[in-house]
């Protein structure tokens, strides 16, 4: 039989609606990253998972298999426990800046392999590049330095190119292909690299809502289960959140502005929801850690946190006094009328902060560190015909009317305070 009939065959098992068994898993996956099998093929076999789907059995080889692709990293001999986070995305997502030096001071080890921001949803290395001098690119060498230092004790990098590199290659293929929306190939793609950089222990945030990847309530909590099911089965103690994002987390959107908001959480102040989601989460990746006894709450507000942030900033070549970058260029977009802020839609804050350069069409393009959106009242929140509403930032003057356009869509004002929906919805497996 021929390499290229056996790529055939196991695409046709799963058009047909069979279960892959674990030999055609291995092989196809092994011989994809190696170039046997054509990236026709492959996207031809996403196609079939996407509308075939993949039994639990499947899901965890087929992860097994991308883990396999590549190198597997070990951080076992840490002295003290280790536990990342993973979140699927949203608009003002900031929550990993804080977070990670917050878990470090509460005595775990932060291993956070993160990614930058494709269209509306920002990444959380771009925002750490607004910092100057900040590497996202750092030596395994480094990393297990700055884990292992208690004055650390976490780590905001890029994964390197050896970590599960059948993801990476399937990864482009689905972008261009119509089969991004499979859960069996979102959730295998997330754990395979959470898998891989060694974590012993994950949390999930899994956005809901209009800003987010999954807009349904019930899509997000099949990849939640699926995630937490993965991890488990790998020895990885795992659990999710299914978390709100209707409206952006915080006040900003953008780079270099969520930077000085997480700056502002780990002060001791910032937005409320920034701070309850933090905590929230901190204490899910405490308890993961086998970490007792410590409020994650009372770490932040006695200074520790921040503490850990100089110093993980300057551990990768930052400078945590440093100014960061302003826009060229701000506008501010007002009330025309007096009454309630109703409704902010996070996605129209997304699409604005990604026209006016917070965010990138293709990977690869750059984007502007200063750009983004401000927001100065939130859903619930009075304001009187002409106070401020959003202002915008832009080192680009004529991407304004475009991204006011793209906000004026996405609020109204209204007499009566919309009732407060819950930030956490529920929570998965642990």
């Not at 092989?27 to 994809?32: G, R």
């Not at 991890?231 to 990885?236: P, Q």
């Not at 309630?340 to 996070?346: G, P």
Request: charged share 20%; proline share 5%; aromatic share 2%.
């Amino acid at each position: 039989m021929t390499q290229a009939h056996s790529a055939v065959s196991v695409i046709a098992t799963k058009r047909d609606g069979a279960a892959l068994d674990d030999e055609q898993i291995d092989w196809v996956v092994d011989a994809f990253t190696r170039g046997v099998v054509a990236d026709e093929q492959m996207s031809a076999l996403a196609m079939a998972i996407l509308l075939r789907g993949m039994n639990r059995r499947e899901l965890a080889r087929w992860t097994a298999a991308m883990i396999a692709s590549g190198q597997r990293m070990d951080f076992t001999d840490l002295p003290r426990p280790t536990v990342d986070k993973h979140s699927t995305g949203g608009v003002g997502d900031k929550i990993t800046l804080p977070l990670a030096p917050l878990v470090a001071a509460c005595g775990a080890a932060v291993p956070q392999l993160s990614g930058r921001g494709l269209g509306h949803t920002g990444g959380t290395l771009d925002k750490l590049e607004s910092i100057p001098g900040w590497q996202a690119d750092i030596s395994a060498t480094r990393m297990r330095a700055a884990l292992a230092d208690p004055a650390i004790g976490a780590v905001i990098c890029a994964a390197g190119a050896d970590l599960a590199p059948a993801d990476k290659r399937l990864y482009a293929l689905r972008d261009v292909t119509g089969t991004v929306e499979s859960v069996p190939l979102i959730a295998s793609s997330i754990m395979s690299k959470k898998i891989a950089e060694g974590t012993g222990a994950l949390v999930l945030d899994v956005k809901v809502g209009s800003g987010a990847f999954m807009k349904d309530l019930g899509d997000a909590a099949e990849l939640a289960a699926a995630m937490v099911e993965l991890g488990t089965d790998a020895g990885v103690h795992t659990v999710a959140l299914l978390t709100a994002m209707d409206t952006p987390l915080g006040r900003t959107a953008g780079n270099a502005l969520e930077v000085a908001e997480s700056i502002e959480v780990l002060a001791g102040g910032g937005p409320s929801d920034v701070v309850e989601l933090t905590v929230a989460l901190a204490r899910e990746m405490v308890a993961q850690a086998g970490i007792r006894d410590i409020d994650p709450a009372q770490v932040l507000a006695g200074g520790r946190a921040m503490d850990h942030w100089r110093a993980m900033i300057a551990a990768q070549g930052g400078d945590p006094a440093a100014p960061l970058p302003r826009a060229r260029h701000t506008e501010t977009v007002v009330a025309a009328e007096s009454g309630v802020l109703t409704r902010l839609d996070a996605l129209a804050v997304g699409l604005a902060a990604w026209r006016l350069g917070a965010g990138r069409a293709r990977q690869g393009d750059p984007v502007q560190y200063g750009a983004g959106v401000e927001m100065h009242r939130k859903p619930g929140e009075s304001v009187e015909r002409g106070q401020p509403l959003f202002t915008v930032h832009t080192d680009t003057d004529s991407a304004i009317p475009a991204a006011v356009e793209a906000l004026r869509t996405g609020y109204e004002i209204g007499t009566v305070a919309p009732p407060a929906g819950p930030l956490i919805i529920d929570r998965i497996g642990g």
